[in-house]
């Protein structure tokens, strides 16, 4: 379906609050829609993943998972779908043109997903959710994805304006054989830790982990 017609199958009242922003000042603005469809798409592609990408280990999905559903994905979906044009926000946001901001046009995506949900159940946002994503899903099956783990986690935590490092740990065996230990601490606090034969590896495995943990 294109955005018409899923704004036309939730109905008025649940498209007005998915595409108003708070900004507006209104009784019902997107967030608590958005906070629903968030956790919907998120639901809605890891079955994906696990259904149509057998030869993908666990790492592998969590990566992909966390590429398809972060901010940049949502934004350029939702701006092939042209939802600039549907959202309603306050003077002063609208004058600046916040309707056009990444951050806003993924909140609002997730936002149309959770009303979808709400009207329609699981199949209906699925089949939503499956049909505008059809691009990336078909990327992430046939591992045209490169990036790695510590560029998509910098990408996000930078988003979140939250800071990072990593810490050498230890380290052991002969040079030739030597494995590394690295621990990924995120605002002051330890959240994971890799292993490898290079501490550029060992790096690699910690950003995947807190991926999988839903860094």
Known sequence: MNLEEALATIGPQLARQALTHPSREAACHYQRLEFLGDAVLGAVISAWLYDNCPDHDEGRMSWLKAWLVREETLASIANDLDLD??????????????????SILADVLE???GALFVSGGWNQAKAAVE???GPYLSRAKHNKVSRDSKSLLQERLQQQGKGFHYLLKDQQGPDH??????????EGKPVAVGQ?????EAEQKAAAQALKDGI
């Open 177 to 186: 054989e030597k494995l590394f230990w690295v621990e990924l601490w995120i």
């Open 85 to 102: 044009k549907h959202i309603t926000l306050g003077t002063g946001a609208e004058n600046a043109g916040d309707q056009k901001r990444p």
């Open 111 to 113: 936002a149309v997903i």
């Open 196 to 200: 490898g034969k290079s501490k550029k």
């Open 131 to 133: 049909q505008w994503f």
